[in-house]
C-alpha cells in the first residue's frame, strides 16, 4: 500500500500563522504547552499557558464586567453578538481554516462548523429581544404574578476538541445576550482557535463599547477548568466534553451549589426499518458514522437493523465504506481526516479487539493508514457486525467504528437503542408513520434528539441540544434553553388597598 500524501508541517504552519494574523490574533508564543496539527501530527507552535494567578484575575476581571453588563439593556448586548457574527462571516475561511488544521475536520466540515457559529450569533440577537416571562393567573383579587429573567453571573465554560468554536459560541452568544460574561477554558488541543474566537469577540466589543472583560480566555489544561469548577463567582459551569469528565465536574460545582450544564458522550443509534428508503438511509447513515472520522458527540455508533433487510443493506453500506477517501483534510477529495491524535486509534484498536473476544466480525476497515509522519493517526472506519450489545458496544469509542446489530420487532429494536448508559442522539429509518410515531413517543427513543429520516449527527442551531442519562441533561442552542443561563424571578403585586394572603390564610 502506498503512504498517504500529507502536506509539510511547515507549510501548515505558514498557513495558520497566516489565518491569526488576519485575524489580529496575537500568539503568547512560549513554552508551556504545543499548538498541534493532527494532519501530521506535529507541533506547530510553544505556546505559554495562563497561570493560575491569570485566572483568577481573569474571572475576577470577568466578575466585574458583569456589573455593569446586566444593567445594559438586552437588545443593545445583542448588537454587540451581531457585529460578533459580521466579524465571523468577514474571516470564515480563516477560521475554518484553523478548525482543519487543529481539529483535522476536512474543509466541508470546517466551514460547516464556522456557518454555525454564524446562525447562533444570529438567533441570539433575535433573542435579545425576546427574552420573555410570562403573567401567571394569581389566586388572589387586585394581585398580577409575573416572572421575570435577570442576568446569572459569570459563565465557565469548558470545551471539548472536536466542535472548538461552535460549542463555545453556542454558548457564548446566548449567554451574552443573557447579560451574563464568560470565562473559557477551551480543550488543550484546540488553542489556536481560541485564541482566534476571542480575538473576534474582542474586536466586537471594542468596536460596540462593551467591557471587553465580558470574555476571557484561558490556555491550559484541565486544571485551568478546575478552577471555574471550584469559583463561587461563576455561577453557571457549561462543560462538554466526556462523561469521565461531567463526572468529576457535575458533583463538584453542585457542591458549592452552583448550576451546571452538562453536555458529555453519545453512543448514537439508528433503526433500519423493512420500509425505509435505502437510497435516502445509506448516505445519511455513512455521513453520521464515519463523517468527522467519528469524532463527533452524536455520532452513529450502532446501526439496528431489520432481519429481512440486513443482507441488503450491508454490501451496499461496506462498499460505500470501501470508497471513503481518506486523507489530508484541506484536500477537495477528503471525506475523512484523521484521528485527533494516535490515543485514540489505539482505543479504536482495543474495541476492535475486544468485539472480535465477544463474536464480532470485522467487515470492513479498522486498519491504520499508512504515511510518513508517525505522530498522525489515519484510520479506515470500520463496520462490525455483531449479535449482541456486549460492554464494548455500549461503550462510547471516540474512532469511527459502526457496530450493526439486527432485530426483529420494534420493540426490541427501540429497547436495543436505549439499552446503553448515554442518551444523546437517535434515529429511525422508515416510511411507516405509525413506527416513526412509536419512535418519538414516551415508549420509544430516550435520546434528547430524536430523528426519523434524518442521521443522529448534524444537529440545527434552533433546537434545544442535548442528551439524556450519562450525556447529563444539559440543553444548549435554541428552544427555551437561554433559561439555562439567566435566573428566573416571581414577581406578585398586589395593586389592591387590602391584604389578601394566598390560601385564604387569615392573620391578625
Ligand atoms: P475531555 O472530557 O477529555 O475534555 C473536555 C474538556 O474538559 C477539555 O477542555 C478538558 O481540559 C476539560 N477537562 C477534563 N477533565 C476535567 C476536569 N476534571 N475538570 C475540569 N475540566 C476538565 O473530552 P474531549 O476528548 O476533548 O472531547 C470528546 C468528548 O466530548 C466525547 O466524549 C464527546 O462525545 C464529548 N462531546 C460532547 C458534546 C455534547 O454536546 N454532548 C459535544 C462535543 C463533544
Partial sequence: ???????????????????????????????????????????????????????????????????????????????????????????????????????????????????????????????????????????????????????????????????????????????????????????????????????????????????????????????????LVDDPRVALVSATGSTRMGRAVGPRVAARFGRVLLELGGNNAAIVTPSADLDLTLPAVVFAAAGTAGQRCTALRRLIVHRDIVDELLPRLTAAYERLPIGDPFADTTLVGPLISTAPLDAMRDALARVTEDGGKVLVGGGRVETDAAGAAYVQPAVVRIDAQSPVVREETFAPILYVLTYDTLEEAIALQNDVPQGLSSSIFTRDQREAEVFMSAVGSDCGMVNVNVGTSGAEIGGAFGGEKETGGGRACGSDAWHAYMRRTTNVVNYSAEVALAQNISFL
Fill in 1 to 227: 500500500m502506498t503512504s498517504l500524501a500529507l502536506p509539510a508541517t511547515d507549510d501548515l504552519l505558514s498557513r495558520a500563522r497566516a489565518s491569526l494574523t488576519r485575524i489580529g490574533v496575537v500568539v503568547p508564543e512560549g513554552d508551556d504547552l504545543q499548538a498541534r496539527t493532527p494532519i501530521t501530527g506535529e507541533d506547530l507552535f510553544g505556546l505559554k499557558g495562563t497561570t493560575d494567578a491569570d485566572a483568577e484575575a481573569a474571572v475576577a476581571a470577568a466578575h466585574e464586567a458583569f456589573l455593569a453588563w446586566r444593567s445594559t439593556p438586552a437588545p443593545r448586548r445583542g448588537e454587540l453578538v451581531r457585529r460578533f457574527g459580521e466579524l465571523v462571516r468577514e474571516h470564515r475561511s480563516d477560521l475554518a481554516d484553523l478548525i482543519t488544521l487543529e481539529a483535522g475536520k476536512i474543509r466541508a466540515e470546517a466551514l460547516g462548523e464556522v456557518q454555525e457559529m454564524i446562525d447562533i450569533a444570529d438567533y441570539a440577537v433575535g433573542l435579545s429581544r425576546q427574552l420573555y416571562g410570562r403573567v401567571i393567573a394569581s389566586e388572589r383579587a387586585g394581585h398580577r404574578m409575573a416572572e421575570t429573567w435577570h442576568p446569572l453571573g459569570v459563565v465557565g465554560i469548558i470545551s471539548a476538541f472536536n466542535f472548538p468554536a461552535a460549542v463555545w459560541s453556542w454558548n457564548t452568544t446566548v449567554a451574552l445576550v443573557c447579560g451574563d460574561t464568560v470565562v473559557w477554558k477551551p480543550s488543550e488541543l484546540t488553542t489556536l482557535i481560541a485564541l482566534a474566537c476571542d480575538r473576534l469577540l474582542t474586536q466586537a466589543a471594542e468596536e460596540v463599547g462593551a467591557p471587553v472583560n465580558i470574555h476571557r480566555v484561558l490556555i491550559g489544561g484541565r486544571e485551568l477548568g478546575e478552577k
